[in-house]
């Protein structure tokens, strides 16, 4: 599965969880009005790393968080290579 | 009858007053000092022991500010309090009235015999009592299992970090993503109040964009809110519309990479991260831009806080800290003054830094969990031999919980997984569910029979 598809399988996977609406993942989404709260990105960040085998947030001293789903998946695909 | 009292909160209003906002409605602060927010019936609560169970920030900002030298003891109900403990906490603090505005969620226990409504329309009352108290204040901690302890304040000791000398101009705009009725948010208050600054404070269920927006518009100097709080802050494109030259972490411990990502995005901003905690006070505050503590902190009195390490945990002597739990044995301070926080310091080069909690306890967006509660949840399931819950590092939320388990059959189903997790979900807040769930052989189990734990 491509990362796109594994975060977005993720995502809406902590949304049900988390009894959250997931908002349609468009690239230039906003990913604090995706749905999920800080404590589901916490959540998607942490089960990323057990499926990507990347933290890329965590490895990077300078990366400000991204703000869009579209720069959100583009961290990781610069990470997991 | 001689005894000198220290001002009022009320009496330290002065003519150049702020505003303060919420999402709903403004307030002229210096209307407070002949005025009232409480429809007439301040005098009702003189000697009371009051609880604040307001839905709303604002109206309980003008209650503390009504209530302190009036009312015998405020306690300070959070917003996150859980209704099956508010009996416990109104009967261990021996509540006789209470505060509630339109947004307090009804609850019997709240039902007392004086309940007064705090709204946000200042009146004109030219018969306001007096005040004639020290008004004990308490605030509900976040770190215990059950039912939070309560923890006994002064106005002074609770001012005493602000300082003397720091009156700020009247052009200070406050505010704060840490919620007043903690004590990392109340400190804000304070300031506000004290220093004759303005505050905008968040409505319940404000979405961060918006309050963000808020504080843009009422051109926000100062502001202050965990590392969790900022990193969510720092997600949201509306960070770019407020310049505060003041940014203030506290509540959880501030890293390297936030403190560097701040200073990135507020390039002319002081960036500063204090310590406190609800028992202890202010401790001190950090302002050279790097994680962790200055070594020298130790070595001398600060503002009358003495800080030493014993049994690797950081303990501190202070006017600001607590003086005592109410309906609890437990002593807050040792035979020698000191708070044991139970935060973990180690020595690197010249500053030391946080390497977690005794006890384990882990925070979660500075909400304190004890892994033993998850790991009693996971250990109810049939199937389970014995669970480890522990923190993983989160770069969002500071720590988010997982566990370990050892499972009786050594079966490792997607079933029992997908059990666990309702369990978990039945029984615990969102916080304290388990992020990743790992099925493992064994655990280790120190000398002491107990499990091995890992500073986290």
Redesign the interface.
């Known amino acids: 599965m491509s990362v796109k598809l594994t975060i977005m399988d993720q995502m809406s996977e902590i949304a049900r969880?988390?009894g959250k609406i997931l908002a349609p993942l468009r690239d230039d989404l906003?990913?604090?009005?995706s749905g999920l709260d800080?404590?589901g990105?916490?959540?998607l960040?942490?089960?990323l790393e057990?499926q990507l085998g990347v933290?890329p947030?965590?490895a990077s001293?300078?990366a400000?968080?991204?703000?869009t789903f579209g720069d959100f998946v583009k961290v990781y695909e610069n990470g997991a290579r | 009858m001689a005894r000198a009292r220290p001002q009022s909160l009320r009496q330290r209003i002065g003519d150049g007053s702020g505003l303060f906002w919420d999402r709903a409605a403004r307030v002229a602060i210096s209307d407070l000092v002949g005025g009232t927010s409480l429809g007439g019936r301040l005098c009702e609560l003189a000697g009371k022991s009051v609880v604040i169970a307001t839905g709303s920030q604002l109206t309980t900002a003008l209650a503390l500010i009504e209530l302190d030298g009036i009312a015998r003891r405020l306690t300070i109900l959070p917003p996150d309090a859980e209704p099956a403990h508010f009996a416990a906490l109104l009967a261990g603090a021996e509540v006789d009235a209470v505060v509630v505005d339109r947004d307090t969620r009804a609850h019997a226990a709240l039902a007392l015999p004086i309940r007064v409504t705090a709204t946000t329309d200042i009146v004109a009352d030219q018969r306001l009592p007096a005040a004639a108290l020290e008004t004990e204040w308490v605030m509900l901690t976040s770190g215990t299992t059950g039912v939070p302890k309560m923890v006994v304040h002064s106005l002074d000791g609770l001012t005493a970090p602000i300082g003397a000398g720091r009156r700020l101009d009247g052009a200070a705009v406050w505010g704060t993503f840490y919620d007043i009725r903690r004590y990392g948010g109340l400190q804000i208050f304070l300031r506000a109040v004290i220093g004759g600054a303005s505050l905008v404070l968040s409505s319940s269920g404000e979405p961060i964009v918006e309050h963000l927006l808020r504080l843009a518009q009422h051109g926000i100097t100062h502001l202050s809110g965990t590392p969790s709080h900022w990193r969510r802050a720092l997600m949201s494109p509306s960070i770019r519309k407020i310049s505060p030259r003041y940014v203030r972490l506290s509540g959880e411990i501030a890293d390297q990479a936030i403190l560097d990502s701040l200073h990135t995005m507020f390039p002319e901003a002081a960036v500063g991260h204090a310590y406190a905690s609800t028992e202890a006070g202010v401790a001190f505050e950090v302002n050279d831009g790097l994680a962790g503590v200055p070594a020298g902190f130790f070595e001398e009195m600060r503002d009358g806080v003495v800080m030493k390490i014993e049994d690797g945990s950081l303990r501190i002597r202070s006017p600001r800290t607590a003086s005592r739990y109410i309906g609890s044995d437990a002593a807050l301070i040792d035979a020698e003054g000191f708070v044991d926080t139970g935060d973990i310091l180690a020595l690197r080069g010249d500053r030391y830094v946080f390497a977690g909690r005794r006890g384990g306890i882990i925070n979660i967006g500075g909400l304190k969990v004890h892994p033993e509660e998850i790991e009693a949840v996971i250990n109810r399931h049939p199937q389970v031999r014995m669970s480890l819950v522990r923190p993983k590092a989160s770069p969002i939320t500071g720590s988010i919980v997982i566990a370990d388990v050892v499972l009786k059959s050594g079966s490792q189903s997607r079933e029992v997984k997908s059990e666990l997790l309702q369990l978990c979900r039945d029984a615990l807040p969102q916080h304290k569910i388990p992020a990743a769930i790992s099925f493992v052989a064994a655990l280790d189990v120190a000398a002491s029979g107990k499990l091995a734990r890992r500073q986290g």
């Open positions: 969880e988390h906003v990913l604090l009005d800080s404590l990105f916490a959540v960040v942490a089960r057990d933290d947030f965590t001293e300078d400000l968080f991204p703000v």
